[in-house]
């Protein structure tokens, strides 16, 4: 049973949808319907989507998914900010882009309001944040969302008063401990949502050796895939299939479950690409509850070294 604070869970799982949004070469269109169809039935009560995974592909499989669970339907999380100019997306976190976002997303999703709304990362057009806490507190009291957050903010957006924050945060992406996020989150009793618990895949234990992704795979341009880097952290990966050999639970559990049980971690969003993967992933909560288990995962993160951290 689960242990509810506010809005989310104690060890909350969020299916995200971005690796299911087109960004990550080629994806299954009814394999990915039955992800989402299928997550509830795993206890996973959150789904995670944006407006530019996909472009909107993203919001069009939830919105398929979420007519044929109706009453079953998870909450959705979604995010604004980010808009296209040419190739690249720049985030416009102004009060006017951020209404037009979140209403379009409404549109496509084909639903009133969403359980929240996060600003996807800090404005690059010169809004103060204050004035974009204010629109969407605005859209909040028009009962569009039922509460606002932020994603890769920095310590000082927390006195906005923001229901969650997603950072990134890893076995081998450590750096929110050493920047002061994580302890000024817990400082605010602000929830954080970690996201890339399983570094873009690496951390799941199917790659054993260099993978071969698609040309529309964004991961192709993240060097942590790349020769020495990738050779580095399979090491480690490898000490983790041996602890999940040893104990009967999935790699990518034991990766995201390590994130999971971090003091300040509320919840931890995980991609997938088939349910099967949701499946090994969400035993994490298991993990997460097992302190023995715990420990050795700790040593297996601190050998990880600074040198694996940054994905640019
Ligand atoms: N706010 C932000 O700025 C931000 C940024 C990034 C992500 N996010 C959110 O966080 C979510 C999760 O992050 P993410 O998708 O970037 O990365 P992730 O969760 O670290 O990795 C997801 C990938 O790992 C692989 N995987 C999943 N389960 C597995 C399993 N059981 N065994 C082996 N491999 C497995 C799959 O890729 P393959 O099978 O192809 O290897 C999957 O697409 C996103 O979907 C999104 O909702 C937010």
Redesign the pocket.
Same mark, same amino acid.
């Given at each position: 049973m689960s242990v509810e604070f506010g809005m989310f869970a104690e060890r909350e799982i969020v299916l995200?949808? $971005?690796?299911v949004g087109g960004d990550?070469g080629p994806c299954d269109a009814e394999e990915a319907h039955a992800l989402v169809v299928g997550a509830p039935g795993l206890g996973v009560r959150w789904v995670?989507t944006a407006p530019i995974y996909g472009r909107g592909a993203a919001d069009r499989l939830l919105a398929r998914a979420l007519r044929e669970l109706g009453a079953d339907a998870p909450r959705v999380a979604t995010?604004v900010g980010p808009r296209f100019e040419g190739d690249h997306p720049v985030c416009d976190l102004s009060p006017e882009h951020v209404r037009r976002d979140l209403e379009a997303s409404l549109r496509r999703l084909g639903v009133e309001a969403v359980g929240l709304v996060q600003a996807? $990362?800090p404005c690059e057009r010169g809004t103060p944040l204050r004035e974009t806490a204010e629109a969407l507190q605005a859209l909040v009291d028009e009962g569009k969302a039922e509460a606002w957050g932020l994603?890769?903010h920095g310590s000082a957006s927390l006195r906005y008063g923001p229901a969650s924050m997603?950072l990134p945060y890893s076995m081998m992406r450590r750096d929110i401990e050493h920047d002061g996020r994580l302890r000024a989150c817990r400082h605010h009793g602000v929830p954080v949502l970690a996201?890339?618990?399983?570094?873009?895949?690496l951390l799941?234990?199917?790659y054993r050796t260099l993978p071969r992704l698609a040309p529309t795979d964004h991961r192709r341009r993240d060097p942590r895939f790349w020769g020495a880097r990738f050779f580095h952290v399979a090491q480690r990966v490898a000490l983790l299939r041996q602890a999940s050999e040893r104990w009967g639970v999935?790699?990518?559990a034991l990766a995201s479950g390590w994130v999971l049980a971090r003091p300040g971690v509320r919840g931890v969003?995980?991609?997938?690409?088939r349910l099967e993967?949701l499946r090994?992933?969400v035993q994490a909560r298991r993990v997460a509850g097992e302190p023995p288990w715990l420990a050795t995962l700790d040593r297996i993160a601190a050998s990880f070294g600074a040198s694996a951290q940054a994905s640019r």
């Amino acid at each position: 049973m689960s242990v509810e604070f506010g809005m989310f869970a104690e060890r909350e799982i969020v299916l995200g949808l $971005w690796s299911v949004g087109g960004d990550w070469g080629p994806c299954d269109a009814e394999e990915a319907h039955a992800l989402v169809v299928g997550a509830p039935g795993l206890g996973v009560r959150w789904v995670d989507t944006a407006p530019i995974y996909g472009r909107g592909a993203a919001d069009r499989l939830l919105a398929r998914a979420l007519r044929e669970l109706g009453a079953d339907a998870p909450r959705v999380a979604t995010k604004v900010g980010p808009r296209f100019e040419g190739d690249h997306p720049v985030c416009d976190l102004s009060p006017e882009h951020v209404r037009r976002d979140l209403e379009a997303s409404l549109r496509r999703l084909g639903v009133e309001a969403v359980g929240l709304v996060q600003a996807h $990362w800090p404005c690059e057009r010169g809004t103060p944040l204050r004035e974009t806490a204010e629109a969407l507190q605005a859209l909040v009291d028009e009962g569009k969302a039922e509460a606002w957050g932020l994603c890769n903010h920095g310590s000082a957006s927390l006195r906005y008063g923001p229901a969650s924050m997603q950072l990134p945060y890893s076995m081998m992406r450590r750096d929110i401990e050493h920047d002061g996020r994580l302890r000024a989150c817990r400082h605010h009793g602000v929830p954080v949502l970690a996201y890339e618990t399983l570094a873009r895949g690496l951390l799941g234990g199917a790659y054993r050796t260099l993978p071969r992704l698609a040309p529309t795979d964004h991961r192709r341009r993240d060097p942590r895939f790349w020769g020495a880097r990738f050779f580095h952290v399979a090491q480690r990966v490898a000490l983790l299939r041996q602890a999940s050999e040893r104990w009967g639970v999935p790699v990518a559990a034991l990766a995201s479950g390590w994130v999971l049980a971090r003091p300040g971690v509320r919840g931890v969003l995980v991609g997938a690409r088939r349910l099967e993967q949701l499946r090994e992933s969400v035993q994490a909560r298991r993990v997460a509850g097992e302190p023995p288990w715990l420990a050795t995962l700790d040593r297996i993160a601190a050998s990880f070294g600074a040198s694996a951290q940054a994905s640019r």
